[in-house]
């Protein structure tokens, strides 16, 4: 198959090449290019990271699938917030702080908001340890590792570090919504 120098092989390359394009205000792109910005990209979020969680070591894998995985979550959100009012703790992983308490105001299969009640020294991008129990007949408890998403504040908006779907969580929610 003949190709002009920089031209994409395949039509699915075409169509990737194109969506970079549009993605990119229309200005020319080229996935070397691309790949370029999202390598440099990686890297920032890598730095930020490991600066705000010093004893918390990240791949460059992992940090690829959680930005893919949240980003395209968020996107797509489907799942609606239920609000709650769930007794918890938070321990921040830096300096392994000891485990202060929170309430969970509300919760989805992807993330959640919840309140201090100390003055909050948590940062944007930090790594936290909740645990809260929630209000089913069994109480169960239920304990993620998030990063924190936004603060308002004693707010705390997190997603869970796992994007993978929780079948305790999926049950609890869909029985509150029903």
């Known amino acids: 198959m003949y190709r002009a120098e920089g031209m994409p092989a395949t039509r699915n390359e075409y169509s990737r090449a194109k969506e970079a394009v549009a993605l990119a205000g229309n200005e020319r792109i080229t996935s070397v290019q691309l790949g370029d910005y999202l390598d440099g990209r990686l890297d920032e979020g890598l730095e930020i990271l490991t600066k705000r969680n010093p004893g918390f070591h990240f791949e460059r894998e992992q940090l690829v ?5 949240y980003g395209l979550n968020s996107l797509f959100r ?33 993330g959640a ?4 009640f100390l003055p909050n020294p948590i940062q944007v991008n930090e790594i936290l340890r909740i645990r809260f129990t929630l209000d ?13 998403k936004n603060i308002v504040g004693s707010a705390v908006g997190v997603a869970f570090f796992d994007p993978q779907a929780d079948p305790i969580l999926e049950a609890y929610l869909a029985a509150r919504s029903a």
């Open 136 to 148: 089913d007949a069994a109480g169960t408890e239920v304990a993620k590792s998030v990063v924190t």
């Open 65 to 69: 699938r959680l930005a893919v995985g």
């Open 78 to 110: 489907q799942e609606a917030r239920r609000s709650t009012e769930l007794s918890g703790f938070y321990q921040r992983i830096l300096d392994q702080d000891p485990e202060e308490r929170m309430v969970m105001e509300d919760l989805s299969l992807r």
């Open 113 to 116: 908001r919840f309140r201090v």
